[in-house]
């Protein structure tokens, strides 16, 4: 998962460099007033999310089985837990009707 996290952040980086290049250059227009840092990083965003879409398919889909993993372990450990508490209240239930009995 922070394999992709990091690639993702590696592509945006990348799009923000070319994109400022580009807006300094005079190749893209500058935004509109002082909204020069936000136009760049908006314009980076909506290139590089395609990018990122295409270029780690793979890379999504094993963060993906290893989420799936994590919460398949973690319903199996609530699943224990709860028999677990089961056992116990059935166990002190019975003690119950033991004594009065």
């Not at 227009?29 to 020069?36: F, Q």
Request: proline letters at 2%; a neutral charge.
């Amino acid at each position: 998962m922070l394999r992709y996290t990091l690639m993702r952040l590696g592509i945006f980086v990348g799009c923000l460099v070319v994109v400022w290049g580009l807006v300094y250059a005079g190749a893209v227009p500058r935004g509109l007033g002082d909204s020069n840092g936000m136009w760049i990083v908006l314009l980076s965003l909506v290139i590089s999310a395609p990018i990122s879409f295409v270029a780690l398919r793979g890379e999504r889909d094993r963060a993906s089985e290893q989420v799936v993993q994590r919460v398949d372990r973690m319903k199996a450990n609530l699943a224990a837990s709860r028999s677990q508490e089961d056992e116990a209240a059935d166990e002190a239930a019975g003690r119950t009707r033991e004594q009065t009995s």
